[in-house]
Each structure stands twice: as C-alpha cells, then as structure tokens.
Nanobody, 123 residues
Framework: QLQLVESGGGLVQPGGSLRLSCAAS????????IGWFRQAPGKEREGVSC????????YYYDSVKGRFTISRDNAKNTVYLQMNSLKPEDTAVYYC????????????????WGQGTQVTVSS
C-alpha cells in the first residue's frame, strides 16, 4: 500500500521553528518530485515548496522564501521541511505530495497526498 505520512507539526510561538517530515511507505521517493503544500481554514490549498527528483533542485513560494528549507534523504525515504522564523500566517495544515511530472510546483500536478499535519503559530 502506497502511503505518505507527515509528522512534526505542532504549536509554536512566532519566530520559532519546526521541522516537518514526510515519510513514504510502499514505494521509494527518489523517483518522484515532492511538494509541500498548506491549507488554512477557509482558504484554498497553496504551494509552499517543491524539490525535484532529477537534480534536487528546489522551488519556494515567495511567502516562505528565506525562511523554509526543503530537503530529501533518499536513504531514509523521507522529505523534510525546515521552517524557521514562523509567522502566524503560516498557520495551516501542511501536506506533502508526489508527482512524476517535473514541472510547476502546483497542487494540480501532484497525485498522491498525505493526510496532513497541523502547524499553529501563535503566542
């Protein structure tokens, strides 16, 4: 059974950090591009960051550029999202997803999704 499981979410104060993990089971991540997306209440799902399978190149949306870092550890079959300098507007459910399409970092191109992990940034 192919599965993605996110973990690492929680409650953090503004300016704090969290590291999210996306672990795959039933398949290997190294042949897939991986994306992190988020959805806040009442809002559409939006892109956060993506990492390619071919050369490890990364893409960040402007809202997180300079604060978040995406990385992958193929030996552990896991992708990470290091989130620093968190802001209240980062509050959302964060999802990881996979695609074989090495193109734009948008939800519509990703076809396998995890269940999400809640990130809440509040004092």
């Amino acid at each position: 059974q192919l599965q993605l499981v996110e973990s690492g979410g929680g409650l953090v104060q503004p300016g704090g950090s969290l590291r999210l993990s996306c672990a795959a089971s039933g398949f290997t991540l190294d042949s897939y591009a991986i994306g992190w997306f988020r959805q806040a209440p009442g809002k559409e799902r939006e892109g956060v960051s993506c990492i390619s399978s071919s050369d490890g190149s990364t893409y960040y949306y402007d809202s997180v550029k300079g604060r978040f870092t995406i990385s992958r550890d193929n030996a552990k079959n896991t992708v990470y999202l290091q989130m620093n300098s968190l802001k209240p507007e980062d509050t959302a459910v964060y999802y990881c997803a996979t695609t074989r399409i090495e193109a734009m970092c948008i939800p519509a191109l990703f076809d396998s999704w995890g269940q999400g992990t809640q990130v809440t940034v509040s004092s």
